[in-house]
């Protein structure tokens, strides 16, 4: 099994799972707070070679080629992820690459693409620097990353409830190396496992990145607008603590 065992056994079995929410669009947090902040940050990416490093079923190649990138090369570990991503009407050959490969040896080459988006990639245990040393490998010069992952100070088991006080990090925990291990319950569908995270610190994970040769030039924390929560009170229940982090990355 490719990646890091358990949380590649959890995406194998959870695979359907994720697939139906991805494409009924069922989860909130992902069209309304994390894709529009993903999909400014990229902005223009016309023409623009793209890695989309675990990709999952391939939503956001596919958007991304509809907004002109030249080609999007996504990856996953997970084997039925590629195969969906593959025989998806949208699929054409000429503008997309769907491989099953871990992010840690990537199938490209040096310098082959301008940007390495990371959506929802989840941390590994084995070697958990090494993607960023592979993203800095495959980038052009001048080319970015792009990260989007659970917020690493805050999130924890069922974070995104008023209720969670298990989100709440004791030190240990928090500068450890720390797993949350949940089924996913999104607007009624439940996962068949549960999905397994790792988290690292905050300067741990900062680490890792400038070790492997980065310089943050962004970062954002996507949450819903005042708008947002006046129009739908869910959000009220739903986001009552930072949920997500966004760094935008160059080469130094
Ligand atoms: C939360 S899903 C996100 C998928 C997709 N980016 C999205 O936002 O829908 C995380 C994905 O990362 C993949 N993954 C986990 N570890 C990986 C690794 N080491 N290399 C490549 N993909 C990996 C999983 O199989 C899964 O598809």
Redesign the pocket.
């Known amino acids: 099994m490719l990646?890091?065992d358990r949380?590649?056994s959890a995406?194998a079995h959870n695979a359907d799972f994720w697939i139906s929410i991805?494409r009924d669009k069922l989860d909130s947090y992902q069209t309304l707070l994390t894709d529009p902040a993903l999909l400014e940050v990229i902005g223009d990416c016309s023409g623009l070679h793209i890695l989309d490093?675990?990709?999952?079923e391939g939503?956001?190649a596919r958007e991304l080629v509809g907004r002109g990138a030249a080609h999007v090369y996504g990856?996953?570990?997970?084997e039925q992820?590629i195969v969906a991503a593959r025989s998806h009407p949208d699929f054409h050959s000429g503008t997309s690459t769907f491989d099953h490969a871990?992010?840690?040896n990537l199938p490209l080459a040096d310098h082959s693409v301008d940007l390495v988006v990371a959506?929802?990639?989840?941390n590994?245990i084995a070697d958990p620097g090494r993607r960023f040393h592979e993203f800095a490998r495959v980038l052009q010069p001048s080319g970015r990353l792009i990260v989007l992952s659970m917020h690493p100070c805050f999130y924890g088991d069922r974070a995104e409830r008023v209720s969670a006080t298990s989100a709440d990090l004791s030190v240990d925990s928090y500068f450890g190396v720390r797993s949350v291990e949940q089924n996913f319950n999104v607007a009624g569908r439940v996962s068949p496992m549960p999905s397994v995270q790792r988290f690292f610190s905050l300067e741990a994970y900062i680490g890792m990145i400038t070790t492997a040769g980065f310089a943050v030039t962004g970062l954002r924390e996507p949450h819903p607008t005042p708008e947002q929560r006046e129009q739908n009170p869910w959000w009220n229940q739903n986001f009552v603590r930072p949920l997500f982090l966004m760094l935008e990355c160059r080469l130094s």
Do not use: K, Q, W
């Open positions: 990646g890091d949380v590649s995406y991805i490093a675990g990709c999952g939503y956001l990856v996953d570990t997970c992820f871990d992010v840690a959506n929802r990639l989840p590994g």
